[in-house]
């Protein structure tokens, strides 16, 4: 988990932070997460990024090079709309993508962006994961793992210090109730409108938190999350099987 404070409106400051970072952890981690919106910070200001195509190759890049799948969203532009877009490249060229679904009105994110329709899980070193974006987390049915799809959530964000509380409870929540370990990484920081404090979190099937990053400065952090472990407690205690059905509308 890369727990930056990202530099506003600024996507070669912010890729060559990520890129140095990426460089000094070659070999040693599967998974390099990083904040929502990484290269500009949450703005509203679509002409800030760079062009996402681009973004994307070098994103892959990186992958191949620093041996390790990374995990983020930027601003996308497609047939004229504009999408909050997830990513998740592997180190095999693979690239999946997620448009954040629950758009934050309160800073106007709706007006600006278009609402994603399909929510996506990939599989990657036989874990199976649910990729979302910060706003999504207040939303449980959105996330609802349905027997047992998926074996790893992750939500990247720039959740800002007034809510910050509900960000770590809703992570142990969305654990707790999918069954499932869950990711959740925050940027720090300051932005024109908001002040980020991180609290970035990897937490158990249980509930239980494994890594807390806190309310830091700029800081990374590695965890490991067996699989045996996830399965044993699905075996034990399967309450997805009492789960409720339903469909989206």
């Given at each position: ?115 994603g329709e399909e929510r996506i899980v ?128």
């Amino acid at each position: 988990m890369l727990q930056l404070d990202t530099v506003w409106e600024n996507p070669a400051a912010n890729e060559f932070l990520v890129k140095t970072i990426a460089s000094q952890l070659t070999g040693k981690t599967d998974i390099i997460v990083l904040p929502e919106m990484f290269t500009t910070g949450f703005t509203m200001n679509v002409s800030a990024a760079e062009n996402a195509a681009l973004l994307v190759d070098k994103i892959k890049q990186w992958s191949v090079e620093f041996e390790s799948a990374f995990a983020g969203s930027f601003i996308a532009a497609e047939n004229g709309l504009y999408y909050n877009r997830a990513f998740f490249a592997t180190p095999k060229g693979e690239v999946f993508f997620y448009d954040k679904r629950h758009l934050f009105r309160m800073a106007g994110e709706e007006r600006v962006f278009t609402a994603g329709e399909e929510r996506i899980v990939f599989s990657y070193l036989n874990w199976n994961i649910c990729l979302q974006v910060c706003y999504d987390l207040r939303f449980p049915v959105w996330s609802r793992n349905r027997k047992n799809e998926y074996d790893l959530l992750i939500y990247v964000a720039n959740w800002p210090i007034p809510r910050i509380e509900a960000w770590k409870t809703l992570l142990q929540a969305r654990a707790i109730e999918n069954m499932c370990f869950v990711c959740g990484v925050n940027r720090i920081g300051q932005s024109p409108a908001a002040s980020f404090c991180g609290s970035s979190m990897i937490i158990s099937p249980k509930g239980e938190i494994m890594t807390d990053m806190k309310q830091e400065s700029f800081s990374k952090s590695a965890s490991t999350i067996e699989k045996s472990v996830l399965e044993r407690l699905r075996k034990k205690f399967p309450v997805w099987q009492d789960a409720d059905s339903f469909n989206l509308l």
